[in-house]
């Protein structure tokens, strides 16, 4: 059981490690940003980024469970006058 737990204590510390690699290299790339957006919004803008990019190279899809901020709009049918 001991082997198991050191495997995943290397996994997990080895998806640190890039998470952090990740996000230095994204805060070096979007630097220009930090002023503009402030650092709140570039921190959160960071990490969904580093999250999405993560997501795309292993493969895996994101689930999104809120719903679109924007209402549909629905054609209306009119009638020729």
Not at 28 to 41: H, M, R, W, Y
Request: charged fraction near 35%; avoid cysteine.
């Amino acid at each position: 059981m001991k082997h198991s737990n050191n495997e995943q204590d290397a996994k997990s510390a080895s998806q640190r490690e890039t998470k952090q690699q990740v996000t230095e290299k994204l805060e070096t790339v979007f630097a220009s940003l930090l002023p503009v957006l402030g650092e709140k919004k570039f921190n959160k803008r960071i990490k969904k980024a580093r999250k999405v990019l993560l997501h795309t190279i292993n493969g895996t899809t994101i689930n999104k469970s809120h719903k679109s901020a924007r209402p549909k709009i629905s054609e209306k049918k009119f009638r020729a006058g």
